[in-house]
């Protein structure tokens, strides 16, 4: 996966609606909170489903941005251990020239 496609999926991430996502009785996705008895006003509901994917959608408000959160995190150490692997050769080499001019002498 590639900057751009992080970069969409984040985009799409912070343009959804605010806020902690619930489900109700899986076919419900709202926002706040549900008071029994006194129901979801209409600008709580995010959306509905038939096919029993609400708690799932409901999730993903708050997985997705964790999820792009930890490929940020794994990307920084990715880059350091490139960083210190690209260290290390160039060590080895200075190492290994020297060592190659020792026998030399």
């Not at 997705?64 to 160039?90: C, F, H, M, Q």
Request: net charge negative; aromatic share 8%; glycine share 6%.
């Amino acid at each position: 996966m590639n900057q751009k496609r992080i970069d969409e999926i984040r985009a799409r991430c912070e343009a959804a609606t605010p806020g902690e996502w619930h489900d109700l009785d899986d076919w419900l996705v709202y926002t706040g909170d549900y008071i029994e008895g006194a129901g979801i006003s209409n600008e709580q509901v995010v959306c509905t489903t038939k096919d029993g994917a609400a708690e799932f959608i409901a999730h993903a408000r708050q997985d997705i941005p964790e999820l792009l959160d930890e490929i940020d995190r794994l990307s920084g150490e990715v880059k350091t251990w490139k960083e210190t692997a690209e260290y290390s050769d160039n060590v080895v080499g200075c190492l290994e020239a020297k060592l190659a001019k020792y026998r030399e002498d």
